[in-house]
């Protein structure tokens, strides 16, 4: 558990504006929110509602609110695909030291209880005896390691059903933040082989990003 990282699941869209350079910081909730990024809170949760009602359980105030990410923890890499096709990998020495963690989503924790209780929340450092704690009732002397994965962070039929201990970092956040970056296309049906074939796999926007993570040193996939 002490090897998990910290991943966010992002959209391609999200991370465009970084790479063409019309801004530096990864966008906030609400920075998304007043882009019209987000759609309208709809379902069984309004998140709208819930996310700062469980901001300021969390921080004490909203003081912070547009200062603060969102994470999952993952021991293969990996990221919820809710949240978009494309993962970042945060580096450990850019957001351990202010980073906080949560058994769950936080917005969805508050839906239902209206607090959060003790026992469920750490952090950076005790992340590993969270995620015991999280998991002990699943844990028994038949499951392998390689299972530790899929039981720490599993993807629901909505995002309301995901599961994952969420991860909170405060403070600005630039493709420097990021470790390594994923981006999964969309899988296609296979061309005729008549068809030229692309010698560089990627769209115009996921090679932007590309070049650009390159430029700066970060490691970025095409998958």
């Given at each position: 558990m002490?090897?998990?990282?910290?991943?966010?699941?992002?959209?391609?869209?999200?991370?465009?504006?970084?790479?063409?350079r019309s801004?530096?910081l990864?966008a906030?909730?609400?920075?998304?929110?007043?882009l019209k990024?987000l759609?309208?809170?709809?379902?069984?949760?309004?998140?709208?509602?819930r996310?700062?009602?469980?901001?300021?359980?969390?921080?004490?105030?909203?003081?912070?609110?547009?200062e603060?990410?969102y994470?999952?923890?993952?021991?293969?890499?990996?990221?919820?695909?809710?949240?978009?096709?494309?993962t970042?990998v945060?580096?450990?020495?850019?957001?351990g030291?202010?980073?906080?963690l949560?058994?769950?989503?936080?917005?969805v924790?508050?839906?239902?209880?209206?607090?959060?209780?003790?026992?469920?929340?750490?952090?950076?450092?005790?992340?590993?005896?969270?995620?015991v704690?999280?998991l002990?009732?699943a844990?028994?002397?038949?499951?392998?390691?390689?299972q530790f994965?899929?039981?720490?962070?599993?993807?629901?039929a909505?995002?309301?059903?995901?599961?994952?201990?969420?991860?909170?970092?405060?403070?600005?956040?630039?493709i420097?933040?990021?470790?390594?970056?994923e981006?999964?296309s969309?899988k296609t049906?296979k061309?005729?082989?008549?068809?030229?074939?692309?010698?560089?796999?990627g769209s115009?926007d996921?090679?932007?990003?590309?070049?650009?993570?390159?430029q700066?040193?970060?490691?970025?996939e095409?998958?």
């Open positions: 002490l090897a998990a990282k910290a991943v966010m699941g992002v959209t391609i869209r999200k991370l465009l504006p970084i790479a063409n801004q530096d990864f906030t909730y609400y920075d998304l929110i007043d990024f759609a309208e809170s709809s379902g069984q949760i309004d998140w709208h509602t996310r700062p009602q469980a901001e300021i359980e969390l921080m004490g105030s909203d003081k912070h609110k547009n603060l990410y994470a999952c923890l993952s021991i293969d890499g990996t990221s919820l695909p809710h949240y978009g096709e494309c970042v945060l580096a450990e020495r850019m957001i030291h202010r980073a906080s949560l058994s769950e989503n936080s917005a924790a508050y839906h239902r209880d209206h607090r959060f209780d003790p026992g469920h929340r750490a952090i950076w450092a005790d992340r590993a005896k969270l995620s704690a999280k002990a009732s844990l028994s002397s038949t499951v392998q390691s390689y994965a899929k039981l720490l962070m599993r993807a629901g909505t995002s309301i059903e995901d599961e994952f201990v969420e991860i909170q970092i405060l403070g600005d956040m630039t420097k933040t990021a470790e390594r970056i981006i999964r969309p049906p061309v005729s082989s008549t068809k030229r074939p692309r010698t560089r796999r115009k996921e090679l932007l990003i590309q070049d650009y993570c390159r700066q040193g970060v490691p970025c095409l998958k």
